[in-house]
Each structure stands twice: as C-alpha cells, then as structure tokens.
C-alpha cells in the first residue's frame, strides 16, 4: 500500500466504495487523514464499515470543512450530468479529485524522479501496460503496474527511486487527476466512446491530451486525426514528442515495416526490434501496442537488447486473443474480452482460415462492421441471444450453424477446424457481444470456452495471447 501521507491531518470525503475505493480509503486513513465515505448502495458502506472505514451519509456533512473530495472514476464528473456529490464540493469550494492524483501528490513528495509511465488511449491500454511492465521486469527493474489494470493504483508499493511505475489510464482518471506528469505519457489512439460521460468527442480529446501534456516526453500514435492534431500541438508547445505508426514510414519517430519496429530519426532509420515468431503479439493493433511500449521503455533507458528479450517473453493477457491450445495444426484461441464488433475486428484480422464462435447479448449494431472479414471466416458458430440477428448478417457471405451454445460450437468447430487443409486454422471464441445472456461476465465466458477446449481429445495446452 502507498499511505497518501500527503493528506495526513486532513478531513477528506470518499465517493464510491467498490474495491478500490475502498484501498483509496485505506491508503488515506494509513496516511493520516480524516476520512468520511459514502456510497449510494447501503452494501457497499456496509462492506467499507467492516472493514475500518469510517462511514457517513455525505448529503448531511460539512463540506465547508473539507480539504479533499476523492470521487471514484465509475462516477460522473460532468456527464449526463454531475454528480451530486460533485455538486456539493463545488458549492463549497472544495477540490474533486481520485486516486490517481493520490499517487501522483505522494510521488511528487517521496520520489519524484521515480519513472512514471502513464498510458491511455481508447484501444490497447490494457496490453500496452502489460507488455511495458513485462519488459521492465524481465530487464530486472522494480516495475510496479496498476491503475485501470489489475491493481488499484494505491495498493503498489511506495514511490522509490528505482522504482518504475507503469499506470493505465481511463478518460476519468485523467479527468480527476490534475497533476499528473509522467516521466513518459503514451497516448495510442482516440475513437468515439464514452460519449456518454464526456458529452463530445472533443472534450473526450482534451481529457485524454491532458495525459500526454504534463508528460516528460508525450509518446503519441499518430494514425487517427485526433491523436495526429495532439501531437502536431504538443510539439507547437516546446513538449518533446515521440511519434509512433503502426502504417505509416516516419521520418522522425517509431513505426512498423511488418513485424519489424523501427527508429528514424533526422530522417536515418535503424531497426530495434521484431515481432516475427512472437505469437502474443500477432497482428496490426498489436504492432501499435509494441511500438508504444517499446518507445516507452527506451524513454526511461532501457537498451534494444533488453527490449527485444521481454517483447519475445511477452505471455499476453487472458481473455484478449489468449492462445489456449492446440489439436494437430489447429490454434484455438479465447478473444471472450471482445465484447463489440469493434473489439472483434483485431482478432479477425489477425488470421486466414476462421472457425468463428460468435454471439451472446447483442450490441447495438451487430456484427455488421465486420462485413469487410466475413471472407476470413470459414464457418460460424452462433451462440446465445444474438445467434439469429447473427445469422441474418451472414447471409450467404459466410457458412454458419446456429450452436446455441459454447460448449457445442467448440466440439463442432474442432472437428470442422480438423478437416481443413488450411495450415494453420483457428477456432475462434471472438463474440462480438455481451456475456450476461449465459455468463456473468467475459471472463466466465472465456473461461467456459478454456474447459471445453480442454475436454477435446488431443490439445497441447499452450500459454501466451495473441
């Protein structure tokens, strides 16, 4: 735990206590400071009081005595509309902040040339955080991940001075941290989302340009306007910027020539690394990925050697293109995370010869975005409430079964998948949907799709992700 000693003698209110806000609690109480937290759910207070919190109802307290308000992300700061908590701390004058700035203001006090490795962006946050913290540790440094991914950012280790953090980011976490300044801040992409929250997709920009702007260096993915325009405006503004394509030849920057990543630099090119043969990085979006940890790593000295050894070691994450096994020349693989057509198509794109498991609670939209792959696929099997709208995408552009279920569409796309002459064909889990028509969540769900595959006669289990 890191004690957000900073705010030691002071009276903070706590918004949201889900498990991390909760650790938020803790790390503040263990700081020194005087702590009143609340939830809309009686649960939630119920669970934080046993466990040592000090709970009270925040529409009855003086805020005019507070320093601090600490919001949990989940909650909104500004759309559709504010929050009332919100409400009630600006009335009072009193800031709104959360627990990313916690740890921003306790490393600025005990270690501040502690390297910070802030990342955001609408895709590849998760697999870019992990990769970066998997090459700090396999080069031997002390790397520390947390934040949108894993751990809650206050449970890491205090800040030191050799010790790295590696932190994701979401939109409202970077919304309620004002301070941040990371030694190297990456932001990768920016597509519409979270419109809801943020309102417009400009001022969804803005809060994610907020990262890369109070960075040492500003590590920016230039192939989407938005991001291009950032970069083009940090670098206006004297920030040092690190400019990375995973399709576009730079002069001055980090790009892919296939799986190969590249340095130009005054317009001479050097290479310093390659993902051929590395099956967890397989695939365009995670060309970008690597590229982003990879310029990252550089940024806080780590040598091409040490980079291209952790790229290589790399196991992936579970649930997002996680290589399962293998029966014969036939890959099965789990992408249960992807629960749009939108965090379908890398998957989709990353192989020849499909046997496509897809369904589950539909989005809105279907897989129609996906018409462009259905060529890719080489049978369907369709799953849960989406299978008949499913089927009626499909049409006649690619052979399907309606499965009904996961355990079923595994056993028929084996055997299908064992037939083919194809060199490599996969067996693909990649819904394109929601998980509550048949499982809790995506991870239940790729965790169902792991044990049917593992019931079939001859798979070689296998680590790693794609």
């Known amino acids: 735990m890191i004690p957000a000693t900073t705010f030691s003698g002071k009276r903070v209110a706590l918004f949201g206590l889900g498990g991390s806000g909760i650790a938020t609690a803790h790390a503040l109480i263990a700081g ?238 050097k290479t310093l690394a390659s993902l051929d043969g590395i099956g967890s990085l397989r695939g365009q979006h995670n060309a970008q990925n690597a590229l982003a940890a990879v310029a990252a790593c550089l940024t806080v000295g780590l040598s091409a050697a040490e980079i291209q050894a952790g790229l290589s070691s790399f196991p992936g994450l579970v649930h997002r293109m996680e290589q399962v096994g293998r029966a014969g020349k036939v890959l099965f693989v789990n992408d249960s995370k992807a629960t749009n057509a939108e965090a379908a198509a890398p998957a989709l794109s990353s192989f020849e010869r499909i046997y496509w498991i897809a369904g589950g609670l539909p989005k809105e939209g279907g897989i129609e975005p996906l018409r462009s792959l259905f060529s890719r696929v080489a049978r369907a099997y369709l799953i849960g409430e989406a299978a008949p709208a499913f089927a009626a995408t499909l049409g006649e552009d690619a052979p399907y079964e309606i499965s009904g279920t996961l355990e079923a569409a595994v056993r028929h796309a084996a055997a299908d998948a064992a037939r083919d002459a194809a060199a490599e064909p996969v067996v693909l889990l990649s819904p394109a949907c929601a998980s509550f028509d048949q499982f809790k969540n995506f991870e239940v769900r790729g965790e169902a799709f792991r044990a049917a595959v593992y019931a079939l006669e001859g798979i070689r289990p296998i680590g790693g992700t794609i």
């Not at 440094?141 to 800040?159: F, H, Y």
């Not at 932190?167 to 309620?176: A, K, T, W």
């Not at 190297?184 to 417009?200: C, I, Y």
Request: some cysteine; glycine content about 10%.
């Open 32 to 269: 020194g400071a005087d702590v009143l937290a609340f939830d809309d759910n009686p649960e939630c207070v119920a669970r934080a009081a046993a466990q040592g919190v000090p709970t009270g109802n925040l529409r009855q307290a003086d805020w005019a005595g507070l320093s601090s308000f600490v919001l949990s992300p989940g909650v909104p700061l500004t759309h559709p509309k504010p929050h009332w908590t919100v409400e009630l701390a600006r009335a009072a004058g009193v800031e709104v902040i959360g627990d990313i700035e916690l740890f921003v203001r306790e490393r600025a006090a005990w270690a501040a040339d502690a390297p910070l490795i802030a990342i955001t962006g609408t895709n590849g946050k998760s697999t870019t955080t992990a990769l970066t913290a998997h090459i700090l540790a396999s080069a031997g440094r002390d790397a520390q991940m947390g934040g949108n991914i894993g751990r809650a950012v206050m449970t890491l280790e205090p800040p030191a001075p050799r010790r790295v953090y590696v932190v994701e980011c979401s939109s409202y976490q970077i919304d309620l941290a004002p301070s941040i300044d990371p030694t190297a801040g990456v932001l990768l992409n920016l597509t519409p989302d979270h419109l809801d929250r943020h309102g417009t997709m400009q001022h969804y920009a803005e809060i994610k340009e907020r990262l890369v702007a109070g960075s040492g260096t500003a590590i920016v993915g230039i192939d989407d306007s938005w991001c291009a325009q950032i970069a083009d405006r940090l670098e206006r503004t004297g920030k040092p910027v690190l400019r990375i394509s995973k399709r576009l030849a730079l002069t001055d920057g980090l790009f892919a020539e296939g799986g190969v990543l590249k340095l130009a630099k005054a317009g001479r090119t």
